[in-house]
């Protein structure tokens, strides 16, 4: 069984940062692409960010600039940093993640519970 788990999510000002992080659990032999989305209320999920094992990164255009995606392979986490906090950023956001268990030929996506993100004052 695979799981990944969101944390770093809460109320913050506008203007200020957040770190969410991904952790993915369970019998994982390799993990490629790693991503973040978020879905905002009344809204569909949109992509923030997406990185490759290598490291290799891309943003939405709405996500350029203020949002910076990493990950330690090592940990099997991922990492979204997000400055300058604007209202318009209030949404859940969720980890997604390609993953090849242990004994399987192919990788499929696994998604995150999610973790609140509030920007207000």
């Known amino acids: 069984q695979v799981q990944l788990v969101e944390s770093g999510g809460g109320l913050v000002q506008p203007g200020g940062s957040l770190r969410l992080s991904c952790a993915a659990s369970?019998?994982?032999?390799?993990?490629?692409?790693m991503g973040w989305y978020r879905q905002a209320p009344g809204k569909q999920r949109e992509l923030v960010a997406v990185?490759?094992?290598?490291?290799?990164?891309n943003y939405a255009d709405s996500a350029k600039g203020r949002f910076t995606i990493s990950r330690d392979n090592a940990k099997n986490t991922a990492y979204l940093q997000i400055d300058s906090l604007k209202p318009e950023d209030t949404a859940v956001y969720y980890c997604?993640?390609?993953?090849?268990?242990?004994?399987?030929?192919?990788?499929?996506?696994?998604w995150g519970q999610g973790t609140q993100v509030t920007v207000s004052s």
């Open positions: 990185i490759t094992r290598g490291g290799t990164t």
């Open positions: 369970g019998s994982i032999f390799s993990i490629s692409n």
């Open positions: 997604n993640a390609f993953i090849c268990r242990y004994g399987s030929d192919s990788y499929l996506p696994y």
